[in-house]
């Protein structure tokens, strides 16, 4: 028997809800993913085309999953539940596939603070050599007890505190407090990038549309990277939702909460690459360009130590906000359908994960982990940090997101979803009809397309 919902949290206002949505939404693939499939797309006609797969897909999307936990006022399992017991199982492969994310990110998160403290007391030795110094966190030299189990460990700890205080004194109370310093910082790099002598040349490129290069590649990019930035698919969302009062306008708050995870992703591309233009170092994307390339893209600039500690103080923003979300998921579930008490829930929960993403983090230098995936069309997973990204990225998300358009355009109904989303017809939603159609026909087959390129043709959409 799930827990009365007298006894469940709620966002004490408008703000803090979209500002804790916003933070989910917000995380490390905006800031180090973005900037290079942005450089990699064109410029700015992948800005163009992000933007419309944003407006037409991930607001579609997003607003599925706030009226399905709206109106239920449940976790993602309870709230599928509710309304259709048959497709409960649509909630648990988010809750799951959150589950998977938040092991590997909190450790990705522990890097951060590694490297804020780095910066703080030893940047010349992070410079001597920054592929070196990366490597060597991660333990190529021997085993990786600050990058593996100190940070990583730090990182979660502040994590399932915020967790363990409840949505109004734990998550709005955070959110309040690090978005608007994640925003201050990110245009205060951005300024900074842009008026580096040579920069301009990266920014014009930003600017510069030129639909002749615009190729199928280049939307599926732009989609994957739109729909896997918003924390769709994962049941995020749905729980968040569920801590809103049925006087919340959901439809005010999807576009938001979009708009201001899209200014994130395009402040972060016009923060990277005009940096890398001024220094001549190509833009990337992953760990391995967050951390080790822009080391040198930072040793090369004045004031390049400033620059990289306000780099890696954001990038812990962006992380923390998102794993808190992601925890929320899974303790929410727990909570509401298993009866456990929510501190020793946040308590068992993080053991768990601390464990899995330990060995992620051995897995990417100091242990090459043979034989967890197999070869598919020539893209190989050696090793488990690739295969827990794979799953996650390629196919559980997508999947994920797919079914829930589903469950809301043919199984729950588009009729319901738009009663829920206007508050029964307080609010009004002029985009109705074509909400309706993306739902329940262009979301679906966009996540199939995701899904298929990345099964298929080797495409690295996510």
């Keep these: 028997m799930s827990a009365s919902l007298e006894n469940r949290g709620q966002f004490g206002s408008k703000l803090g809800f979209i500002l804790s ?25 992948f800005l163009l085309i992000y933007i419309l797969m944003v407006a037409l897909i991930g607001t579609t999307v997003m607003l599925a999953e706030f009226t399905l936990g709206r109106k239920t006022q449940k976790n993602a399992v309870g709230a599928l539940r509710e309304l259709n017991a048959k497709y409960s199982w649509v909630g648990g492969l988010g809750i ?18 590694k490297y804020i403290v780095a910066y703080l007391t030893q940047s010349a030795t992070v410079y001597a050599d920054p592929t070196a110094y990366f490597l060597n966190m991660l333990g190529v030299n021997g085993f990786p007890l600050e990058g593996a189990i100190i940070y990583p460990l730090i990182f979660l700890g502040l994590t399932s505190f915020v967790i363990s205080r409840g949505v109004t004194e734990g998550i709005e109370k955070l959110s309040k407090f690090l978005m608007p310093l994640l925003f201050i910082l990110l245009i205060g790099l951005m300024l ?34 739109a729909f896997f930035s918003l924390s769709l698919g994962m049941g995020i969302m749905i729980t968040y939702a569920s801590y809103l009062s049925k006087d919340d306008n959901l439809i005010s708050n999807t576009g938001v909460v979009c708009v201001l995870d899209t200014c994130v992703a395009l402040f972060a591309g016009f923060m990277i690459i005009p940096a890398v233009f001024a220094t001549g170092i190509d833009p990337g994307m992953g760990g391995g360009f967050a951390f080790a390339t822009l080391a040198g ?67 990417q ?44 355009g ?31 026909f262009a979301a679906p087959l966009a996540i199939l397309c995701i899904i298929v390129a990345g099964l298929l043709l080797g495409m690295s959409i996510s």
């Design 410 to 440: 043919w199984i729950w109904g588009t009729d319901n979803a738009i009663k829920e989303a206007t508050s029964d017809g307080k609010y009004r939603f002029a985009l109705a009809p074509l909400w309706a159609f993306l739902v329940k």
């Design 96 to 113: 799951f596939t959150g589950f998977i994310i938040l092991c590997y990110y909190c450790q990705v998160g522990g890097w951060t603070m």
């Design 297 to 363: 893209v930072f040793m090369a600039i004045p004031g390049g130590t400033i620059f990289g500690l306000l780099f890696y103080a954001l990038l812990f923003f962006a992380a923390i906000t998102s794993s808190i979300s992601i925890m929320e998921g899974s303790v929410a579930y727990l909570v509401e359908e298993k009866n456990m008490p929510r501190k020793k829930t946040v308590a068992y929960l993080s053991i768990v994960v601390f464990i899995i993403g330990v060995f992620y983090t051995l897995s």
């Design 21 to 45: 949505a916003a933070g989910s939404a917000v995380g490390l693939g905006n800031i180090w993913k973005f900037p290079g499939k942005a450089y990699n797309g064109g410029g700015g006609s």
């Design 192 to 225: 900074r990038a842009c008026t580096l002598p040579g920069a301009g040349e990266g920014v014009a490129y930003m600017f510069h549309v030129d639909l002749s290069t615009v190729s199928g590649n280049v939307f599926l990019v732009a989609l994957g990277q």
């Design 365 to 408: 230098a100091y242990w090459n982990i043979k034989g967890i995936w197999w070869s598919l069309n020539g893209i190989e997973f050696p090793i488990l940090g690739d295969f827990m990204e794979y799953l996650t990225d390629r196919l559980l998300l997508p999947f994920g997101a797919f079914f829930t358009t589903v469950f809301v």
